[in-house]
Nanobody, 112 residues
Framework: QVQLVESGGGLVQPGGSLRLSCAASGNIFSSNAMGWYRQTPGKERELVAHITSGGTTWYSNFVKGRFTISRDNAKNTVYLQMNNLKPEDTDVYYC??????WGKGTLVTVSS
């Protein structure tokens, strides 16, 4: 059974940092691209960052230069380092494996 479990969300002030983690169980991690999406209630889920099994990364324009996605295949974990956070980054962040498997999300709130 495949499971993705996100952690690391919370409340942070503008300009602060958080690191999200997504731990994968099941034999899916090393061969699959991994991604982070975010979603505001009532809006479509949007792709934040993506990393291939080989480590190639992609970022949306609204996080480029501030967020860094990485993966540790030995730990079956993908990370999202978020720096210089802005109030508009407030959202529920979801981890996905190849767009087929999804975690339940972790809430990030950026507020003073």
């Amino acid at each position: 059974q495949v499971q993705l479990v996100e952690s690391g969300g919370g409340l942070v002030q503008p300009g602060g940092s958080l690191r999200l983690s997504c731990a994968a169980s099941g034999n899916i991690f090393s061969s699959n691209a991994m991604g982070w999406y975010r979603q505001t209630p009532g809006k479509e889920r949007e792709l934040v960052a993506h990393i291939t099994s080989g480590g190639t990364t992609w970022y949306s324009n609204f996080v480029k230069g501030r967020f860094t996605i990485s993966r540790d295949n030995a730990k079956n974990t993908v990370y999202l380092q978020m720096n210089n956070l802005k109030p508009e980054d407030t959202d529920v962040y979801y981890c996905t494996a190849a767009g087929r498997y999804w975690g339940k999300g972790t809430l990030v709130t950026v507020s003073s």
